[in-house]
């Protein structure tokens, strides 16, 4: 399984992110305990889930952030999105895709920064 994020490097303050994980190797909607998802990390700080969509289509999110969050998925693309509005600086991170079941797996992460 191999994960690969895309998106946007630079977002103004109080824009929507929107990040893409194009994931190869399995269908996203595999029947085998898939949580296809986004954790972050701001800089000098620890790893921050976000939120996941499993391979029934159901999703999780962190409470901090849920009502600015929204996870998606395109199945004809096999790709997983996230959106998240109204960022600021505080949002700023390196945004990983993720599998958080049976594979394991992580994409290498793409650098977002917020600022005008």
């Known amino acids: 399984v191999q994960l690969q994020e895309s998106g946007p490097g630079l977002v103004k303050p109080s824009q929507t992110l929107s990040l893409t994980c194009t994931v190869s190797?399995?269908?996203?909607?595999?029947?085998?305990?898939?949580?296809w998802g986004w954790i972050r990390q701001p800089p000098g700080k620890g790893l921050e889930y976000v939120a996941t969509?499993?391979?029934?289509?159901?999703?999780r999110y962190n409470p901090a952030l849920e009502s600015r969050t929204a996870i998606s998925r395109d199945t004809s693309k096999n790709q997983v999105t996230l959106q998240l509005d109204s960022v600021t600086p505080e949002d700023g991170a390196v945004y990983y895709c993720?599998?958080?079941?049976?594979?394991?797996?992580w994409g290498q992460g793409t650098q977002v920064t917020v600022s005008s």
């Open positions: 993720v599998d958080l079941g049976t594979s394991g797996s």
């Open positions: 190797g399995v269908s996203i909607t595999t029947n085998n305990y898939y949580f």
């Open positions: 969509i499993d391979y029934r289509g159901d999703t």
